[in-house]
């Protein structure tokens, strides 16, 4: 059984910086593809950023490509979304995501999903 917990959210200024963790215990991430997704109000779920736990390949929507940056900490078992330059638009609820296969940008492919954590960005 996995479990992904979220921290780092709140709220910020346009132009400021966030990183969000996500916690993940419960087995061995090796073969996972990690990934973060976000949900604004009245919107659908979408993809924001992916990587490869064992290969480190690492892949980003359009929309964060240059402002945001996925990591990661193996001694931790933590994924990182470091988030620069944000904009309101950015603001949703930020979910971490984890799969052991499948396409990383399509949200049904995550057996794993953690509680969310809010980000407001503030015009």
């Known amino acids: 059984q996995v479990q992904l917990v979220e921290s780092g959210g709140g709220l910020v200024q346009a132009g400021g910086s966030l990183r969000l963790s996500c916690a993940a215990s419960?087995?061995?991430?090796?073969?996972?593809?990690m990934g973060w997704f976000r949900q604004a109000p009245g919107k659908e779920r979408e993809f924001v950023a992916a990587?490869?736990?064992?290969?480190?390949?690492?892949y980003y929507a359009d929309s964060v490509k240059g402002r945001f940056t996925i990591s990661r900490d193996n001694a931790k078992n933590t994924v990182y979304l470091q988030m620069n330059t944000l904009k309101p638009g950015d603001t949703a609820v930020y979910y971490c995501a984890g799969t052991q296969g499948g396409s990383y940008y399509r949200s049904y492919e995550y057996n794993y999903w953690g509680q969310g954590t809010q980000v407001t960005v503030s015009s």
């Open positions: 990587l490869s736990w064992s290969g480190g390949s690492t």
């Open positions: 419960g087995r061995t991430f090796n073969h996972y593809i």
